[in-house]
């Protein structure tokens, strides 16, 4: 393609985002990074983020993270990066009915879990347990995207999807709930519902297929206003959080602050039945019996590297002299990157003994 057929193609996806999205969706040509960098010819800045996203190490690296089950073998059951794609899409469905800005979506779902931990959150609360301190992966993932990339130099993203990165966690006990503050887009605001969409409903079908649940073992009432199956379930959440914010397409008045939300009684079911996988699957002792040794694993790796610093990888190394801080940070960041295998191998490496051919 000569230079004269990419002419002011960028400039025509940024028209037709202004001639076809809500006045109330967040824009490219309006989006803004920490550094300036010469604009691309033919994405605009939320499309490269996307790009910069998918093709990074981190999102690669989520297709061997639990996601609920430890190291699964199964080949249908869900990994973080299974996970991922899967909010996005849902994700997506809702900011194209509501003419909200698909790009920036993606791109905000593809990045927000790329903090995760190995081990899911097992290994999550495991590094916690060695820090002496909380370790969140959603400030993780906004760590890998501002700083570990491109060797200290981070993606370069745009403050939409870092805020959306960082903003999707939720505490237990509403998904509404605002544990770390509120999205200032509303595409970073679905992307906060939506994961809890993804998540309750596939992890519903991944329990199934471990056996730890059956269908008569759900909730009735959440699931008389839900719907009895997977994909009914899905699809009552998608319509309800569309239906509900219809203000958001620039057809009424929006809500002041113009908030994301699902009507009273869809949410009340979906956070029933958020608590029932809690008490059932996620605390059940038989989906958590190996998170003790997730612990001692982790606890003997960060001690491991703390005291030997000259093993991690020279990439953090230097991240961490750059920017003159404690060493854990560097261990962690080491850590936390670590696919379930790779972990494990380490840890092999490390503590279990070779054995020798005849």
């Known amino acids: 393609m000569s230079d004269r057929t990419h002419a002011g193609i960028r400039e025509r996806l940024e028209a037709e985002e202004r001639a076809r999205l809500s006045p109330l969706a967040a824009f490219s040509d309006s989006a803004v990074r920490e550094r300036s960098e010469q604009e691309s010819a033919v994405r605009t800045r939320f499309q490269r983020d996307r790009d910069r996203i998918l093709h990074s190490k981190p999102f690669r690296r989520l297709k061997h993270k639990t996601q609920v089950f430890i190291a699964p ?18 994700a997506r469905t809702v900011a194209r009915a509501l003419r909200l800005n698909e790009d920036l979506v993606e791109a905000i779902g593809l990045g927000h879990d ?112 839900l719907g009895q199956t997977h994909a ?62 997730v612990r001692v694993m982790i606890e003997l790796l960060y001690n491991h590297f703390m005291a030997h610093p000259e093993q991690l990888p020279e990439d953090l190394r230097q991240i961490n002299r750059e920017r003159d801080e404690p060493i854990e940070r560097a261990v962690v960041d080491y850590i936390a990157g670590m696919t379930d295998r790779y972990a494990i191998k380490v840890f092999d490496d490390l503590y279990v003994p070779r054995t020798w051919g005849a």
């Not at 319509?239 to 509900?244: N, V």
């Not at 002041?256 to 002792?285: C, H, K, Q, W």
């Open 73 to 90: 073998l199964g080949d249908h059951y869900r990994t973080r990066l299974t996970h991922t794609l899967e909010v996005t899409q849902i």
């Open 114 to 225: 790329l903090g995760h931990a190995p081990f899911g959150h097992a290994g999550e609360s495991a590094i916690s347990h060695a820090l002496g301190h909380s370790f969140r992966h959603n400030e993780q993932s906004r760590r890998v995207v501002e700083i570990i990339e491109k060797d200290g130099q981070g993606l370069n993203l745009t403050y939409a999807v870092r805020e959306g990165i960082y903003l999707h966690s939720k505490a237990r006990r509403d998904i509404m709930a605002t544990a770390w503050g509120v999205a200032s887009t509303l595409e970073g605001q679905i992307i906060k519902i939506t994961d809890s969409i993804a998540y309750i409903n596939h992890d519903i079908d991944d329990a199934m297929r471990a056996g730890l649940l059956k269908q008569s073992d759900l909730p009735p009432k959440p699931l008389e206003l």
């Open 232 to 293: 009914t379930r899905i699809n009552t959440m998608i319509c309800d959080l569309i239906d509900y914010n219809w203000w958001a397409n620039g057809d009424g008045t929006p809500p002041d602050p113009p908030l994301m939300a699902m009507s009273p009684d869809i949410l009340t079911a979906t956070n029933a039945l958020r608590e029932f996988m809690y008490t059932t699957v996620y605390l059940d002792g038989r989906a958590k019996a190996d998170d003790g040794k």
